[in-house]
């Protein structure tokens, strides 16, 4: 069945580095990938999402690549800030009502 | 701000006991969505409803687990009889479409805790 892998399940960095947390999928069918970040105690909102291969997609200063051929939607930042320490999840459409999210990471940025 | 109400933010019950939480969702949004949030953050779909119809739900919601959408109220989610298991962040989130290209907003959630 359909599946998302993040390999990584704590990413911790000081301020100002780049980050780059792992995204890989699963399916048969034409993909729909999307990243959503939570903050403590607050709702998961949107970052990101795609399903153009090979372009670029970005949003406050994150930016992720969907690239088919390797099944992979990493994102990337340049440089981390305090305000980025949150989970952030992956997630798979892929056709019907469901999308699959991934087991999340969660980034701790200290200063 | 999450525009996608949930009441309550926590719910405690002990073993055996009903819980039910509602969500509000936003306005305008004709799909609603129900995931259980475990304690390693990993989600689990329930349920979905494109307005008082069921989209889609897995088994387990078939058993001890019930949802209604009813027009004009609240969506709700009820555990007929609360287990340990069930112990979870409960997360609704609504959508103008069920379709999966489209963007879902979040609640903040109910954490159910089942001693």
């Known amino acids: 069945g359909d599946s998302v892998t993040q390999t990584e399940g704590l990413v911790t960095l000081t301020k100002g580095l780049p980050v780059m947390l792992n995204c890989t999928y699963q399916?048969?069918?034409?993909?729909?990938l999307f990243w959503y970040v939570q903050h403590l105690n607050e709702a998961p909102k949107l970052l990101l999402k795609?399903?153009?291969?090979?372009k670029r997609t970005e949003h406050q200063g994150f930016y992720a690549t969907l690239h088919k051929s390797s099944s992979s939607f990493h994102l990337q930042k340049s440089s981390v800030q305090l305000s980025d320490s949150a989970l952030y999840f992956c997630a798979l459409g892929t056709g019907g009502y469901k999308v699959v999210f991934g087991s999340g990471t969660r980034l701790l940025v200290s200063p | 701000n999450s525009k996608v109400i949930q009441t309550p933010r926590y719910l405690v019950k002990g073993q055996g006991q009903k819980a039910k939480m509602r969500c509000i969702p936003e306005?305008?949004?004709?799909?609603v969505f129900w995931y259980q949030q475990n304690k390693n953050n990993e989600f689990k779909f329930l349920i979905n409803f494109q307005n008082q119809e069921v989209l889609q739900q897995i088994d387990m919601t078939e058993k001890r687990f019930s949802a209604e959408c009813p027009s004009n109220s609240p969506c709700s989610l009820e555990i007929q009889s609360s287990e340990a298991g069930d112990s979870a962040l409960y997360l609704c989130?609504?959508?103008?479409?069920?379709?999966?290209?489209?963007?879902?907003?979040f609640g903040p959630g109910t954490r159910l805790t089942v001693l």
């Open positions: 306005k305008g949004h004709p799909v």
């Open positions: 989130a609504s959508s103008w479409t069920g379709a999966f290209y489209a963007e879902q907003f």
């Open positions: 795609s399903s153009t291969d090979n």
């Open positions: 399916t048969t069918y034409s993909p729909f």
